[in-house]
């Protein structure tokens, strides 16, 4: 059996929760809303896997994350995304660049692609760090006017510390997809 993968970066509760109460400001937008407890940061994204390959999947992750300090993330803006992406495909939290982010999915990446399990491969976009808050309607968003269309580029400020990283299963449903923790591995303190 497949499963569908990816490797994440759970937020704590609370920031979840303040998140998901701007998703309450664009009641008006074609969108649809991410629940607040699936709201995380995507590291990587594996696709669909063989059960006999996740256990090597999660030995890998394991061992990377195992050498990687803990880190904060400090969100700044809730946006269109991608940007410059017209119509956009997402409502979405962005924030600083953040070195150890970047770094630690850079090595994932490359040691899970390097060596293919069951022929995953890199996808072919620069990665850029984001909170998915919604997906767009993108048929609905073009049927309406753009004046009627609102300005999404809210500022906040919300800093939260990244301690673990998450090997997480996602199964498509008609009402949007649930993710369920399969490991969870701590990074060094």
Same mark, same amino acid.
């Given at each position: 059996m497949n499963h569908r993968? +990816?490797?994440a970066?759970?937020l704590? %509760?609370?920031t979840r929760k303040k998140l998901?109460e701007? #998703?309450e /400001?664009?009641p008006?937008?074609?969108?649809?809303w991410?629940?607040p407890?699936n709201i995380?940061? $995507?590291?990587?994204? @594996?696709?669909?896997?063989? =059960?006999?390959d996740?256990?090597?999947?999660c030995?890998?992750v %394991?061992?990377i994350?195992s050498?990687n #300090?803990?880190?904060?993330?400090?969100?700044?803006?809730i946006m269109y995304?991608?940007p /410059?992406k017209?119509?956009p495909?997402?409502i979405?939290? !962005?924030?600083?660049?953040?070195k150890e982010l !970047?770094?630690?999915?850079?090595?994932l990446?490359?040691?899970l +692609?390097d060596?293919? &399990?069951?022929? &995953?491969?890199?996808?072919?976009r620069? *990665?850029?760090p984001?909170i998915? @808050?919604?997906?767009?309607k $993108?048929? #609905?968003? /073009?049927?309406m %006017?753009?004046e009627e269309?609102?300005?999404v580029?809210e500022e &906040?400020?919300l800093?939260? =510390?990244?301690n673990? &990283?998450?090997?997480?299963?996602?199964?498509l449903k008609s !009402?949007?997809?649930? *993710?369920?923790?399969l490991?969870?591995y701590?990074? /060094?303190?």
């Amino acid at each position: 059996m497949n499963h569908r993968i +990816f490797i994440a970066v759970n937020l704590p %509760e609370d920031t979840r929760k303040k998140l998901s109460e701007y #998703q309450e /400001k664009w009641p008006d937008l074609p969108v649809r809303w991410t629940k607040p407890y699936n709201i995380h940061i $995507t590291l990587v994204f @594996l696709g669909y896997v063989a =059960d006999n390959d996740i256990l090597e999947i999660c030995k890998t992750v %394991e061992g990377i994350v195992s050498k990687n #300090q803990s880190f904060s993330i400090k969100l700044n803006r809730i946006m269109y995304g991608p940007p /410059k992406k017209t119509p956009p495909r997402m409502i979405w939290a !962005g924030g600083e660049k953040s070195k150890e982010l !970047g770094k630690l999915q850079s090595e994932l990446e490359n040691v899970l +692609f390097d060596n293919p &399990i069951n022929g &995953i491969k890199a996808e072919n976009r620069a *990665y850029t760090p984001h909170i998915t @808050l919604g997906r767009m309607k $993108t048929w #609905q968003w /073009k049927q309406m %006017e753009p004046e009627e269309r609102p300005e999404v580029n809210e500022e &906040i400020n919300l800093t939260f =510390d990244v301690n673990s &990283i998450e090997v997480m299963e996602s199964v498509l449903k008609s !009402g949007g997809p649930d *993710y369920t923790v399969l490991e969870s591995y701590p990074l /060094k303190i």
